[in-house]
T-cell receptor, first 113, second 116 residues
Framework: DAGVTQSPTHLIKTRGQQVTLRCSPI?????VSWYQQVLGQGPQFIFQ???????GRGNFPDRFSARQFPNYSSELNVNALLLGDSALYLC????????????FGSGTQLSVL | GENVEQHPSTLSVQEGDSAVIKCTYS??????FPWYKQELGKRPQLIID?????GEKKDQRIAVTLNKTAKHFSLHITETQPEDSAVYFC???????????????FGAGTRLAVHP
């Protein structure tokens, strides 16, 4: 049974560039959430998508956007990258009825130079 | 705003000893409290969770206790083993099932080292 998969695993970008991160949820899960984890800190909520609609947004600037596709996979986009965007970006999926129980992917390590 | 404080930030124990990690949350509406274990370079893994209508939950060597009045919850690991070494995160959430919306507020993590 495949878990949450994310791609790419690592990414290096320069300031001002744009990046797209991808996530495939566990089969049958319809909710996808994105979290940012800065080194040495706990993950911080960015977005939650459920049934292809944005259901919640954390305290992140408009440079961060996301979407969910009909197959429930999701993309996170970050524009105009800043050095401070360097972090591990985690995607999590959850099932209907237990949507607070999150199962995380291994993340995408983004380095902004 | 919503906040979860976690202590200690680092914890070192000898194999076989017990380890206790404590968290305090600010939002009294929080009703779900998971604990995640994150090994170096790996995904956070849910190891145990508790809901606000339960005071304690056990799963083999790990247990979680919840004190709603004091707004704190704790993770207890007994008979620790070297493979328990990892960063442990507590979290709190207030799921709004009607909208399918929820978010986890995480603590800053506890780095547990179990020495043979």
């Amino acid at each position: 049974d495949a878990g949450v998969t994310q791609s790419p695993t690592h990414l290096i970008k320069t300031r001002g560039q744009q990046v797209t991160l991808r996530c495939s949820p566990i089969s049958g899960h319809k909710s996808v959430s994105w979290y940012q984890q800065v080194l040495g800190q706990g993950p911080q909520f960015i977005f939650q998508y459920y049934e292809k609609e944005e259901r919640g947004r954390g305290n992140f600037p408009d440079r961060f956007s996301a979407r969910q596709f009909p197959n429930y996979s999701s993309e996170l986009n970050v524009n105009a990258l800043l050095l401070g965007d360097s972090a591990l970006y985690l995607c999590a999926s959850s099932a209907v009825g237990t949507n607070e129980k999150l199962f995380f992917g291994s993340g995408t390590q983004l380095s902004v130079l | 705003g919503e906040n979860v404080e976690q202590h200690p930030s680092t914890l070192s124990v000898q194999e076989g000893d017990s380890a206790v990690i404590k968290c305090t949350y600010s939002d009294s509406a929080s009703n779900y409290f998971p604990w995640y274990k994150q090994e170096l370079g790996k995904r956070p893994q849910l190891i145990i969770d508790i809901r606000s209508n339960v005071g304690e939950k056990k799963d083999q060597r790990i247990a979680v206790t919840l004190n709603k009045t004091a707004k704190h919850f704790s993770l207890h690991i007994t008979e620790t083993q070297p493979e328990d070494s990892a960063v442990y995160f507590c979290a709190a959430t207030n799921p709004m099932f009607s909208g399918g919306y929820n978010k986890l507020i995480f603590g800053a993590g506890t780095r547990l080292a179990v020495h043979p």
